[in-house]
């Protein structure tokens, strides 16, 4: 298994709220990389942490914002949700080179987040 | 927007067959990865492919790689129930951003 945890597995929230959503990865690795999945499609890349500093963003607004910790889990936070919010998010760990190159990824099961 | 494009978007074969799956791409790559996803859940890697090689094996999965045509193939030799899921190629530029394509979905019938 790759050791890439997410918390919660599963959440209900009403349009307006705000959401965190916790990753932990896998030991040793020092790259975490956010994704939103919606129903029958890819993931979308929404940024990735290399060393604390967000190192890259995809086409997603400010109210999506991220932290990466020392012990390089990370968290995203989504505020003033919208129902097209609603989808599987997934974070990746990887272990980097400088610059946070990313070569295979390790995936968490992710968080189902439903948005009312 | 998605820059891979998986070609079939949904594949049923017979368990012991092979499936081949296509992706293309528009951009100049550092390298091109082929992930597994069973159920919406999590994705797993299977095989990283640079872009100075042209084939890679791994098992029963045997990938190409053409850059003069930026396209990427998987082939999984005799296929197992198992084997369902969605297979999604991924392509990786010169930086930090991984991009998904939209997946093929391989059902494998005993």
């Known amino acids: 298994e790759t050791g890439v945890t997410q918390s919660p597995t599963h959440l209900i929230k009403t349009r307006g709220q705000q959401v965190t959503l916790r990753c932990s990865s896998q030991?040793?690795?020092?790259?975490v990389s956010w994704y939103q999945q919606a129903l029958g499609q890819g993931p979308q890349f929404i940024f990735q942490?290399?060393?604390?500093?967000?190192?890259g963003r995809g086409n997603f607004p400010p109210r999506f914002s991220g932290l990466q910790f020392p012990n390089y889990s990370s968290e995203l936070n989504v505020n003033a949700l919208e129902l097209d919010d609603s989808a599987l998010y997934l974070c990746?760990?990887?272990?980097?080179?400088?610059?946070?190159?990313?070569?295979?990824?390790?995936f968490g099961p992710g968080t189902r987040l439903t948005v009312t | 927007s998605q820059q891979g494009e998986e070609d079939p978007q949904a594949l049923s074969i017979q368990e012991g067959e092979n499936a081949t799956m296509n992706c293309s791409y528009k951009?100049?790559?550092?390298?091109l990865q082929w992930y597994r996803q069973n159920s919406g859940r999590g994705l797993v890697h299977l095989i990283l492919?640079?872009?100075?090689?042209r084939e890679k094996h791994s098992g029963r999965l045997r990938v190409t790689l053409d850059t003069s045509k930026k396209s990427s193939s998987l082939l999984i030799t005799a296929s197992r129930a198992a084997d369902t899921a969605s297979y999604f190629c991924?392509?990786?530029?010169?930086?930090?951003?991984?991009?998904f394509g939209a997946g093929t979905r391989l059902f494998v019938k005993a």
């Open positions: 991924a392509t990786v530029g010169g930086g930090f951003k991984t991009i």
């Open positions: 030991s040793g690795h020092n790259t």
């Open positions: 492919i640079r872009s100075n090689e």
């Open positions: 990746a760990s990887s272990s980097s080179g400088t610059g946070g190159l990313s070569y295979e990824q390790y």
């Open positions: 942490y290399y060393r604390e500093e967000e190192n």
């Open positions: 951009t100049s790559i550092n390298n």
